[in-house]
Nanobody
Framework: QVQLVESGGGSVQAGGSLRLSCAAS?????MGWFRQAPGKEREGVAT????????TYADSVKGRFTISQDNAKNTVYLQMNSLNPEDSAMYYC??????????????????WGQGTQVTVSS
């Protein structure tokens, strides 16, 4: 199991930005960010293949969110720009060691953090 701790959530107005951080005990082959709003299923936001930096994004965040990593700090980031109220959710960091990192399916990820809340007001 990989230990993951998210931080950086908060409240922001529409159009604003936030950067989420995920401190990991180690970086695995594939790291990802997911979110879950009340009454909705957990959805994949972005993934990154840590060895080569290849990224995948949900259509709803393409062009606005950027996932990145800092290998020296064992940390994965999610830069979120042009936020809108539909982005409000609990955001989770996740890790997996298997292939197919291009999939945003939550069930493929084995380790999860506790989440950090993002609230966007209009």
């Amino acid at each position: 199991q990989v230990q993951l701790v998210e931080s950086g959530g908060g409240s922001v107005q529409a159009g604003g930005s936030l950067r989420l951080s995920c401190a990991a005990s180690r970086l695995t082959y594939c790291m990802g960010w997911f979110r879950q709003a009340p009454g909705k299923e957990r959805e994949g936001v972005a993934t990154i293949v840590t060895a080569i930096g290849r990224t995948t994004y949900a259509d709803s965040v393409k062009g606005r969110f950027t996932i990145s990593q800092d290998n020296a700090k064992n940390t994965v980031y999610l830069q979120m720009n042009s936020l809108n109220p539909e982005d409000s959710a609990m955001y989770y960091c996740a890790a997996r060691s298997t292939l197919a990192c291009g999939s945003l399916a939550a069930g493929l990820f084995a380790s999860w953090g506790q989440g950090t809340q993002v609230t966007v007001s209009s």
